[in-house]
């Protein structure tokens, strides 16, 4: 039977700020290797045989940049549905499971910002839960713990119950617990991290769910069949989606079917949900540093260091967690890593923006990227892809004044185009219809100055946009 990855690439990843940010969560970015999270996610399933293109589940902010991390491996999907509003992990898995409900195909639901070292393993483990999927269960993967470990969810194994090889039935779901329980469960050997993985038949999941959880299952539907397709997009029904429950797949249903199954593995796995298990799973040096980037270290013992943009150094101090941005830098204790979402809640709550975006903010066409703002000005870098352009558009409160760096511009400003080349530039007047393209076959790169009484992002009318935004 074939396998259909859904891949679930919701989610902000707070504790991981100042890096995974609402606009650009960790999902989408190259925590550990040269490729996204994302990538690596769909990058170890693409020499099974038996698996199909994937139906990836995101945010409607995140879709432009979700369908080029797929192009950029050469990954057509068999579909990217877009979440109107966020409603947990239930109603996402739903709306896959109803649009694959008349296909004959097992459903592997992975979250889309997990690290698994050891392929083979996982593979394997899927293997040994289709079985049991096959016979219609719905399996999740227990991760065999390592250590007492507090911050996961448990699942107890009936090892009396046993459908296949090293795949049992459930005996029940435990929330996390504190470190004399944690300890108990090591212990006792029946008792595996719950790592949000399953494997089932769309039908068998959906009958399930309507058992327990009929409002999403009502609301969900709904969606589905009042979608749309937009580009690349399937846009679920924003109404009807927002009707659902949120909720969990755990709360929703694995903790009260009786068709749960486990399949215990050992696969180096690891939800990277703060920046010390993100420095677990990176190379470390003979003190225990991990370090990312143009990074000095003098007597610094167990330590992250993570340098995107500037030169960091570090003397003589250990347990550390620095991190840095263009605009913003974390310095914590390791033991505090879990707090570091109390920066995230202050941001949100002063009004501020580090919380959502970095400085460079990418769009379907490139990116721009702030360099300075004052009273009534703004300058901006941005780049735009070759063969792509801006939308028509028009201010009501700015004037904009583009220099070309490097590359080639085709604007068009009211009635006139012109091509513009290196070091030329033009001005747009409050009010101008314009338009900005790369005809080229390489960047183009420009510097903008903004001037005006108001220079909000929202201050845009799009008369024409190649990709069907409003």
Not at 85 to 111: C, E, F, G, S, Y
Not at 247 to 264: F, G, Q
Not at 433 to 439: D, F, G, I, S, V
């Amino acid at each position: 039977m074939k396998i259909v990855p859904v891949i679930l690439s919701g989610g902000s990843g707070t504790r991981l700020w100042p890096l995974s940010r609402a606009v650009l969560p960790k999902q989408l970015l190259p925590l550990v290797t040269e490729n996204t999270m994302l990538q690596e996610t769909l990058l170890r399933l693409s020499s099974w045989a038996e698996v199909s293109a994937p139906v990836v589940v995101c945010g409607n902010d995140h879709r432009f940049l979700v369908a080029e991390q797929l192009r950029l491996i050469n990954l057509s999907p068999e579909a990217i549905l877009l979440e109107p509003v966020a409603r947990n992990t239930a109603p996402a898995i739903a709306a896959a499971a109803i649009a694959l409900q008349d296909k004959d195909v097992l459903m592997l639901v992975l979250p889309a910002d997990h690290v698994i070292t050891d392929v083979t393993a996982f593979e394997a483990a899927v293997r040994r839960a289709s079985v049991a999927a096959e016979q219609g269960k719905l399996v999740t993967f227990g991760i065999e713990p390592t250590h007492p470990e507090t911050g996961y969810g448990y699942i107890q194994s009936d090892n009396a119950s046993k459908f296949a090889d090293n795949c049992y039935e459930v005996a029940r779901f435990v929330e996390k617990p504190n470190a004399e329980t944690a300890q108990e469960y090591m212990d006792a050997g029946n008792f595996y991290w719950n790592s949000g993985m399953f494997l089932f038949k769309p039908a068998v999941f959906l009958s399930e769910l309507k058992q327990y959880a009929p409002a999403i299952v009502d609301s969900v539907s709904k969606a589905v069949a009042q979608s749309y397709k937009d580009l690349d997009f399937v846009r679920l029904h924003e109404a009807s989606f927002a009707e659902s429950p949120s909720d969990s797949i755990d709360y929703a249903v694995m903790e009260k079917t009786k068709l749960a199954a486990v399949v215990p593995a050992s696969m180096g796995w690891n939800d990277v949900g703060s920046w010390t298990a993100l420095k677990e799973v990176q190379t470390q040096d003979a003190n225990g540093n991990a370090v990312r980037g143009d990074v000095y270290l003098k007597d610094v013992n167990n330590t992250l260091v993570r340098a995107e943009n500037r030169f960091v150094a570090a003397v003589g101090v250990k347990d550390l967690l620095i991190v840095e941005t263009s605009d913003a830098v974390l310095v914590a204790h390791r033991d505090c890593a879990q707090d570091v979402k109390n920066i995230v809640d202050h941001l949100k709550a002063s009004g501020r923006s580090e919380h959502k975006m970095h400085p460079r903010v990418y769009r379907p066409w490139g990116w721009y990227e702030g360099i300075d703002i004052g009273e009534r000005f703004q300058v901006k870098r941005i780049m735009v892809k070759p063969g792509e352009r801006l939308s028509l558009q028009m201010h009501h409160h700015r004037a904009e004044h583009w220099v070309v760096v490097s590359g080639s511009a085709m604007i068009t400003i009211d009635d006139v185009t012109k091509l513009y080349t290196e070091n030329e530039s033009t001005y747009i007047p409050i009010g101008s219809t314009h338009r900005l393209e790369n005809p080229g076959k390489l960047p183009l790169h420009l510097i903008e100055v903004q001037s005006g009484s108001y220079l909000g992002e929202d201050d845009i009318v799009r008369y024409e946009d190649t990709y069907g935004r409003s």
